[in-house]
């Protein structure tokens, strides 16, 4: 059984920085991608950004450049270091787990999400 707890959260102004925390425990056999996602005021949830077991990473188009997700597998931990916050980068954060072992895992974990709002 997989837990994800996320932490880091708050209210910030604009220009300013912001970072996620996302802690998981349990253990998952095989391979696993970690990420961030995030839902907005009437948005669907999107990706942020995500990161594979070797480093390898995708950002979202509208977080590149100032966002920057690292990742533990040792102490199975996933941060987003957030820079340059903007209004618009407002939303609920939520830490993902995606095994890649599919046949053991049908589904992915996820948090219970942390809020972000950059407001000046």
């Known amino acids: 059984q997989v837990q994800l707890v996320e932490s880091g959260g708050g209210l910030v102004q604009p220009g300013k920085s912001l970072r996620l925390y996302c802690a998981a425990s349990g253990k998952i056999i095989g391979s696993y991608v970690m990420g961030w996602y995030r839902q907005g005021p009437g948005s669907k949830r999107e990706l942020v950004a995500v990161?594979?077991?070797?480093?390898?990473?995708n950002y979202a188009d509208a977080v590149k450049g100032r966002f920057t997700i690292s990742r533990d597998n040792a102490k199975a931990m996933v941060w987003l270091q957030m820079n340059d916050l903007k209004p618009e980068d407002t939303a609920y954060y939520y830490c993902?787990?995606?095994?890649?072992?599919?046949?053991?895992?049908?589904?992915?974990?996820w948090g219970q999400g942390t809020q972000v709002t950059v407001s000046s």
């Open positions: 990161v594979g077991d070797d480093g390898a990473t």
């Open positions: 993902n787990v995606h095994p890649l072992l599919t046949s053991f895992y049908p589904d992915d974990y």
